[in-house]
């Protein structure tokens, strides 16, 4: 994340082990004793991974279970902000990375977008008041947010957005309709793009605001997804009144602040190889020796399937590169890590990976039926492919 830091609370480079004056060795070994000891104090140790016959790379919970998973998150990113661990950078964040492998931590999931795509926005775009209304919130995972950008006929074609905002005084009056937006049910607050000059170039007449997602005339249905579960949502507007207080940057410049949304959603995508079990190659390849699969053709399948994944954990896992165009990479190749892993069990399963719940067959289908999500969220592997060669490789752009 870039641009000016919080205004309180502490930063990256502060907090435990800092300042020790020994050399930069001796230091990080002060640092990883310190955060050693506030995990052991907070965290039990992991289990042991155990085997299960459900495969699932988006896992499809209760509502009572979600409830609990946003109460433990939240407790557990006010411990990690308060003692200055929330937000490290370089050799320290790979350290405090490594240390946490050991314990079982709660899951942040519901704070994500808060945390990596709606704060990046407010601290480089917002106002002062607005930093110092919301970034504190957002980043102890006070309040939970969600991002209101992909509308019905503006998905790839994000500027052509048509919720529209008036204004009305010292606020506005935002009507129109956003989809596909992740943890909306639970959401405090709305990252919204919305248009604000009908008559300006489509790019031109955007701009970005903060909603209460409590506020009268916010209305979120959830959408039933083919695995089962409904975290996606669509969320209507109807006349809400939103204080231009609450506006991220300036009027109609909306698409500078959403880019720097954007770019901060595909750097946390890049982790989105951790969505794959780890356990997936050997759990396929035992599969396989169950079934009297595990042939050469088997063989080659899972080998490819895990230099895949190897490749995609080692960009995630580079600091020197730029984190946009990493993002990037490491998406597309956890997507084509996925699809061989498709091809994988389905060569391994056959109609099992369908109709045959008594071997652990059936519980494939749940990863299959999830494999599309990744090549769409964040976007599209059309969309990454363009931004490589455009932004990064320097390529010519597509004819409009």
């Not at 669509?234 to 602040?257: H, Q």
Request: net charge negative; charged share 25%; glycine share 10%.
């Amino acid at each position: 994340m870039t641009g000016e830091r919080a205004p309180s609370g502490p930063g990256p480079g502060a907090g435990p082990g800092a300042g020790s004056g020994a050399g930069p060795g001796a230091d990080l070994a002060a640092f990883e004793k310190e955060a050693r000891a506030f995990l052991d104090a907070r965290l039990p140790p992991r289990p042991a991974r155990t085997p299960t016959d459900r495969v699932a790379l988006l896992e499809e919970i209760d509502p009572e279970r979600e409830a609990e998973t946003l109460r433990a998150a939240k407790l557990w990113q006010a411990a990690l902000y308060d003692a200055g661990y929330a937000e490290l950078e370089g050799e320290r964040a790979e350290a405090f990375a490594a240390l946490l492998d050991a314990y079982d931590v709660p899951d942040l999931q519901p704070l994500l977008v808060g945390l990596h795509i709606v704060a990046p926005a407010v601290r480089t775009h917002g106002s002062d008041d607005l930093k110092r209304r919301r970034l504190r919130p957002l980043l102890r995972g006070e309040v939970t947010a969600c991002q209101l950008f992909s509308e019905p006929d503006a998905g790839s074609d994000l500027a052509s957005v048509r919720t529209r905002a008036v204004r009305d005084g010292d606020a506005w009056t935002v009507t129109g309709q956003k989809v596909w937006s992740s943890g909306a049910h639970h959401a405090d607050l709305g990252e919204a793009l919305v248009r604000t000059d009908p008559d300006a170039p489509k790019h031109k007449g955007l701009t970005l605001f903060l909603i209460d997602m409590r506020a009268p005339g916010v209305e979120v249905r959830p959408l039933r997804q083919m695995t089962g579960g409904a975290s996606f949502n669509e969320v209507f507007l109807t006349g809400v009144r939103v204080p231009d207080a609450d506006r991220i940057g300036p009027l109609n410049g909306g698409w500078k602040a959403a880019i720097t949304s954007l770019s901060s959603e595909r750097a946390a995508l890049g982790g989105a190889v951790d969505a794959v079990p780890p356990d997936l190659v050997e759990r396929l390849a035992e599969q396989a020796r169950r079934r009297g699969r595990l042939t050469p053709a088997t063989r080659a399948r899972l080998g490819r399937l895990d230099a895949a994944l190897t490749a995609a954990r080692l960009v995630n896992r580079r600091d020197d590169l730029d984190p946009a165009a990493a993002a990037s990479v490491s998406k597309l190749l956890v997507n084509r890590a996925v699809a061989l892993a498709v091809e994988a069990a389905s060569a391994v399963l056959g109609p099992a990976l369908a109709a045959d719940l008594s071997d652990g067959g059936y519980a494939w289908s749940e990863f299959l039926l999830g494999a599309p999500a990744l090549r769409i969220a964040g976007g599209t592997d059309e969309i990454q492919r363009t931004i490589l060669a455009e932004r990064h490789l320097g390529l010519p752009r597509d004819p409009r």
